[in-house]
C-alpha cells in the first residue's frame, strides 16, 4: 500500500458477495489493517464468514456501515443498487465519501443522482481472480473524483491485481465484456476441453491435470513472452500438423465471429443493466 492508502479512514463495503469477498481478501492480505475495513451483509451466514476469516467489522445495517467510513465500495447487484444508494442519500450528502461502484453497467452519474448529487464516484470492474491477487480492474473516475480520491481508488483495487484506467465511460461495458465476465470464458473452454478429452479416452483426472498446466502455461506465455498471441499461435503449429487440424476446425466454425458475438452481447447487457435499473 502507499502512503495515501486508508490511514485517514475506513472502507465500507455494501453487500458482502463473491466479489466483495474476493476484494477484501485482497486488501487484509496487502496489510490494510482489518478494523479498518467494515462491510454490510444481510445474510449472517456471509456476513459471520467474512467477519471470521478477516478479522473486518460485520453489519447487517447498511447506514451503520457507511457511518464511519471514508470510503464506499458498493458491491451489490446492479438490480438492488438503485435502492440501496436511495437508502444511502442524506448519509452520502452529510459524510461526502469518495463512492466506488462495482456493478454492471450502472453509471457514475445514475449512482450520484441515487446518491442526492455532487459527489466523486469511481466506477471499477473487477473480476474474481482478486481473490488471488491476480485480477485486473478496469476504473473510470467522474469529474467530481480529485487526484488523492483517485490514487485511493487506485491503491483499493491494485490490492488485486492490476488496473487499467479508462477515459470513456460508455467503454466501460465493454471492459465489463472483456476482463470482468472473462473468467468465465476461460472457464467454459475448460470444461468443453475436458468433455472433449474424455471423450477422446483420456482419464477425468489426468485431463484436469493436462488442462490446468496449459492454460496456466499459455498465460504466462502472453504475459512473459511479449509476444503476439498469434505468434505464439505459430510457434505451437507445425505445418500439416496436429494443432494446424485443430485450428482449421476452430476457424471453420466460427469462432473468431462466436466470440466477437459473445463479447458484444456481454457489452449490450451491461447497457441494458444501466436502462432496466434506472
Ligand atoms: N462476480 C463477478 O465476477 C463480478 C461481479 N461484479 C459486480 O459485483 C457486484 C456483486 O456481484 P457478486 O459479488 O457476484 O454478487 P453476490 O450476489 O455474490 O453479492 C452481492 C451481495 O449483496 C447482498 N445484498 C443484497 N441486497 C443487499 C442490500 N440491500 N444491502 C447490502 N447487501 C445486499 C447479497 O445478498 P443476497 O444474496 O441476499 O441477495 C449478496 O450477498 C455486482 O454488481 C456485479 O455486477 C463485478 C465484477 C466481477
Ligand atoms: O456477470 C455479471 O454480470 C458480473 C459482471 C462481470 C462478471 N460478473
Excluded at 438490480?79 to 453509471?107: F, K, W
Amino acid at each position: 500500500m502507499t502512503s495515501h492508502s486508508f490511514a485517514s479512514g475506513s472502507v465500507a463495503f455494501i453487500g458482502g458477495g463473491n466479489m466483495a469477498r474476493s476484494l477484501i481478501g485482497g486488501l487484509v492480505a496487502r496489510g490494510v489493517p482489518a478494523q479498518t475495513i467494515r462491510v454490510a451483509e444481510p445474510v449472517a451466514e456471509l456476513r459471520d464468514a467474512l467477519t471470521r476469516d478477516f478479522g473486518i467489522h460485520g453489519f447487517s445495517d447498511n447506514a451503520a456501515a457507511t457511518a464511519q467510513a471514508t470510503t464506499w465500495v458498493l458491491a451489490v447487484k446492479p438490480q438492488v443498487m438503485r435502492a440501496v444508494c436511495e437508502a444511502l442519500a442524506a448519509t452520502a450528502q452529510a459524510t461526502r465519501p469518495l463512492v466506488v461502484s462495482i456493478a454492471a453497467g450502472i453509471t457514475a452519474a445514475q449512482l450520484e443522482r441515487w446518491l442526492g448529487g455532487d459527489l466523486a464516484v469511481v466506477r471499477a470492474m473487477p473480476n474474481t481472480p482478486s481473490l488471488l491477487g491476480a485480477g485486473v480492474t478496469g476504473l473510470f473516475a467522474n469529474a467530481r473524483v480529485d487526484a488523492a480520491q483517485r490514487a485511493l481508488a487506485a491503491d483499493l483495487l491494485e490490492a488485486a491485481g492490476r488496473n487499467v484506467w479508462i477515459g470513456e465511460e460508455s467503454l466501460m461495458d465493454a471492459v465489463t465484456a472483456v476482463s470482468g465476465s472473462g473468467p468465465a470464458y476461460v472457464f467454459l473452454l475448460a470444461e468443453a476441453m475436458q468433455a472433449a478429452a474424455e471423450a477422446e479416452g483420456l482419464p477425468s483426472e489426468a485431463a484436469r491435470t493436462l488442462i490446468q498446466q496449459t492454460l496456466l502455461g499459455a498465460s504466462r506465455m502472453l504475459i512473459e513472452n511479449d509476444e503476439m498471441p498469434s505468434e505464439l499461435r505459430r510457434r505451437v503449429t507445425s505445418p500439416g500438423g496436429t494443432t494446424q487440424a485443430a485450428i482449421e476446425t476452430f476457424e471453420a466454425g466460427g469462432f473468431r465471429d462466436l466470440v466477437a458475438r459473445a463479447i458484444h452481447a456481454a457489452t449490450e447487457r451491461g447497457r441494458q443493466l444501466s436502462a432496466a435499473n434506472d
